[in-house]
């Protein structure tokens, strides 16, 4: 059974940061793409962090870019988003998801298969 388990969502104030987890178990790990999203209230899910495990490659929304940093380890079949300097926008569901794709083709986000349950973001001014 393949599950994705995201951790470390909470309410943070603006500037300051968060790392969220997802632990990944049922598939194998290294030939997927994890990608984070997520959600906001009244907007469309978009694509914010994603990691190519077969290349290295990664992708970041043009609004988090310098300031989130997506990692895996391997080991431990985690993905990690490291989010720095938040901003009242960043508020958000976030989801960890999983896709049997690499290289340019992470950025379609219809090709994972895979989601968490997502995990709760709330950055106050």
């Known amino acids: 059974e393949v599950q994705l388990v995201e951790s470390g969502g909470g309410l943070v104030q603006a500037g300051g940061s968060l790392r969220l987890s997802c632990a990944a178990s049922?598939?194998?790990?290294?030939?997927?793409?994890i990608g984070w999203f997520r959600q906001a209230p009244g907007k469309e899910r978009e694509r914010v962090s994603l990691?190519?495990?077969?290349?290295?490659?990664?992708y970041y929304a043009d609004s988090v870019k310098g300031r989130f940093t997506i990692s895996s380890d391997n080991a431990k079949n985690t993905v990690y988003l490291q989010m720095n300097a938040l901003k009242p926008e960043d508020t958000a569901v976030y989801y960890c998801?999983?896709?049997?794709?690499?290289?340019?083709?992470?950025?379609?986000?219809?090709?994972?298969?895979?989601w968490g349950q997502g995990t709760q973001v709330t950055v106050s001014s």
């Open positions: 049922g598939f194998t790990f290294d030939d997927y793409a």
């Open positions: 990691l190519s495990h077969s290349d290295g490659l990664t």
């Open positions: 998801a999983a896709g049997p794709v690499s290289g340019p083709f992470i950025v379609v986000t219809t090709e994972y298969k895979y």
